[in-house]
């Protein structure tokens, strides 16, 4: 089963908005990435990190490797109509060679 | 430089069928990874492999299924006797070789198994 928790599982915002998901393991990770998934399609990477504390952008997108390398966030600002989608954190536990998948955050963006 | 491919895109099976799912990773990678998605859910890892190597099956049904990535051609995800809970999305995803290891999973767009 899943063995990151990521939250919120959904969100309805405005267009404008900025919105903010994140995750969290019981382990250590040495790689976060996020991924943004529209129906009908395979997951598209959004952001890649791969230090503890690192903070990247893509445009609108900003996301973070958090100190304790047991969680990571992305913030998505003045949010617009093709955010909508579902947003997957993906971690690399130390140690091993596999992903870890979040169950996903479902974003809905109102016009 | 196109990206992973995956075929066929869609695939209806009669339940006691066998379902063949192949994936091309990106030009230069020789690691390739399954994962399954089922409706309103994430992805849950089922095979790591590199060239004709299996690395990691942790998640893999002990039955019925089966990956392999042949020295030339796609990897190949095999089901056989397919039944009906097997109906899902099943992705398969590539990255880089590297002295530290993979690192960044790039994704193809999915096969749709239906099993009627």
């Known amino acids: 089963g899943q063995q990151l928790n990521q939250s919120p599982q959904s969100m309805f915002i405005q267009e404008g908005e900025d919105v903010s998901m994140n995750c969290t393991s019981s382990?250590?990770?040495?790689?976060w990435l996020w991924y943004k998934q529209d129906p009908g399609e395979g997951p598209v990477l959004l952001i890649a990190?791969?230090?503890?504390?690192e903070l990247t952008s893509n445009g609108r997108l900003t996301a973070q490797f958090g100190i304790t390398r047991k969680d990571s966030f992305l913030n998505i600002s003045a949010s617009i109509p093709s955010d909508v989608g579902i947003y997957f954190c993906a971690g690399r536990p130390a140690r091993n060679n596999d992903m870890r998948f979040g169950a996903g955050t479902r974003l809905t963006v109102k016009p | 430089n196109a990206g992973v491919m995956q075929n066929p895109r869609h695939l209806v099976r009669r339940r006691g069928q066998e379902a063949r799912l192949r994936c091309s990773p990106m030009?230069?990678?020789?690691?390739v990874y399954w994962y399954r998605q089922l409706p309103e859910e994430g992805l849950k890892f089922m095979v790591y492999?590199?060239?004709?190597?299996?690395?990691?099956e942790s998640g893999m049904p002990k039955e019925r299924f089966s990956a392999e990535f042949p020295k030339e051609g796609p990897s190949i995800l095999r089901i056989q006797q397919v039944v009906r809970g097997d109906s899902a999305a099943y992705f398969c995803?590539?990255?880089?070789?590297?002295?530290?290891?993979?690192?960044?999973?790039?994704f193809g767009p999915g096969t749709r198994l239906l099993v009627l």
């Open positions: 995803a590539s990255s880089p070789s590297g002295l530290a290891g993979p690192k960044t999973q790039y």
């Open positions: 990190l791969y230090k503890a504390g």
């Open positions: 030009k230069g990678h020789s690691h």
């Open positions: 492999l590199q060239k004709e190597n299996i690395i990691d």
């Open positions: 382990s250590i990770f040495n790689t």
